[in-house]
C-alpha cells in the first residue's frame, strides 16, 4: 500500500498535480490523503480561543470543502486507489509535518506553476519550504505538465553524496513503473571529479549495472551549466520526469533556488521527484 499525501486547494494546478499521481499509480494500491489546509481566522478560532464554532463562514468553508473531495472521489474508477479527506486549520508545512507523521505518508505530491524551460522566475516559497523542511519524498508537477509513461528519467547529480538503499530503491522503483531509462547527468567547470566524488560515482555505477543493465546511461557536460544541461535534455524530449536527491542539498539550491531570495526558482513542464533518505 502506498500512502500519497496531496495538499490541495482545487486551484487547476493542485487538482492536476493529484491526476497526474493517479495516473503515476495508476497500477499500485495506493491511498490518498487529500490535505486542506485553511488559515486559522477561518476556523472560528483566534489565539486558541474558540469563537462561536460552528459559524457560517465555517460551515460554508466545510460544505465547500466535502462537496469538492465529493468530487474526487465520485470521478475515480481504480479499484486499486482510495481517498481521504483531512482538513486543517493553521501553518501548511506545520500540518503536512503532523500528516505524514500520523498517516506514515511515503510520497508528498505537490502541484506548482510551471512554465516551458528553466526560468529564474519565483513559483511557489511553500514548495521550497517542503523540499527543505519536510523529509519525505516530494513530487512536484508543473501546472502544464500531463502524464506519459517514464520512458526517460534525469537524475542530475555532482558525485558528492554516498547514494544509499533508500534513494536507490526509489530510483528502481520508479524505473520499473514504466520500464524506463535513467539518464545520470554531470555538469562541471572542472576537468575531473575528486576522490570522494569518484567512490561516489563507482558505486552509483555497480548498482545500476546490476540492476539496470542496459537502461541506464551516464553524460558528462563538461563547461555546460548543470541547469541548462537539464533544459537540454528537457527541450530535445529525452526527459519525463527529473530526479534529484534531497541530501545534497547545495547541489539542489544550485539548481532550483535563487540565491539571494532563497526561493523556488524552477520553471519546466517536466515533473521533478525530490528523493529523501
Not at 487529500?34 to 481566522?41: A, S
Not at 505524514?100 to 508528498?108: E, G
Not at 555505477?205 to 537502461?215: A, G, M, P, S, T
Not at 551516464?218 to 544541461?229: C, D, E, L, P
Request: proline share 2%; charged share 20%; net charge positive.
Amino acid at each position: 500500500m502506498k500512502h500519497i499525501l496531496v495538499p490541495i486547494d482545487f486551484s487547476e494546478n493542485s487538482l492536476n498535480a493529484l491526476a497526474y499521481a493517479k495516473e503515476l499509480f495508476k497500477n499500485t494500491t495506493s491511498s490518498f490523503y487529500i490535505l486542506h489546509v485553511g488559515n486559522l481566522n477561518q476556523s472560528g478560532i483566534v489565539s486558541n480561543s474558540l469563537l462561536s464554532f460552528g459559524t457560517n463562514k465555517e460551515l460554508m468553508l466545510k460544505e465547500k470543502f466535502k462537496s469538492n473531495f465529493l468530487k474526487i472521489k465520485e470521478s475515480n474508477s481504480n479499484r486499486k486507489h482510495h481517498f481521504w479527506a483531512i482538513q486543517e486549520y493553521g501553518n501548511l508545512i506545520d500540518k503536512i509535518r503532523e500528516t505524514v507523521q500520523s498517516k506514515k505518508i511515503d510520497l508528498i505530491v505537490m502541484g506548482t506553476k510551471g512554465a516551458s524551460g528553466i526560468k529564474e522566475k519565483i513559483i511557489g516559497s511553500n514548495t521550497g519550504d517542503v523540499i527543505t523542511k519536510v523529509p519525505v519524498n516530494l513530487l512536484v508537477v508543473p501546472e502544464n505538465a500531463t502524464y506519459t509513461e517514464l520512458k526517460n528519467i534525469s537524475f542530475p547529480t555532482d558525485y558528492n553524496i554516498f547514494y544509499s538503499y533508500s534513494i536507490l530503491n526509489t530510483i528502481t522503483e520508479l524505473l520499473h513503473m514504466n520500464e524506463g531509462f535513467l539518464h545520470i547527468i554531470n555538469s562541471s567547470t572542472k576537468k575531473k571529479i575528486n576522490v570522494v566524488q569518484q567512490k561516489n560515482k563507482a558505486y552509483l555505477q555497480d548498482y545500476l549495472e546490476e540492476v539496470f543493465e542496459n537502461y541506464h546511461c551516464f553524460h558528462r557536460t563538461g563547461n555546460m551549466k548543470v541547469k541548462n544541461a537539464i533544459e537540454d535534455f528537457t527541450t530535445t524530449g529525452k526527459t519525463d520526469m527529473i530526479l534529484m536527491a534531497a541530501k545534497n542539498i547545495n547541489f539542489i539550491q544550485q539548481i532550483l533556488f535563487d540565491n539571494h531570495i532563497q526561493k523556488l526558482s524552477f520553471q519546466t513542464k517536466i515533473p521533478l521527484f525530490v528523493v529523501h533518505e
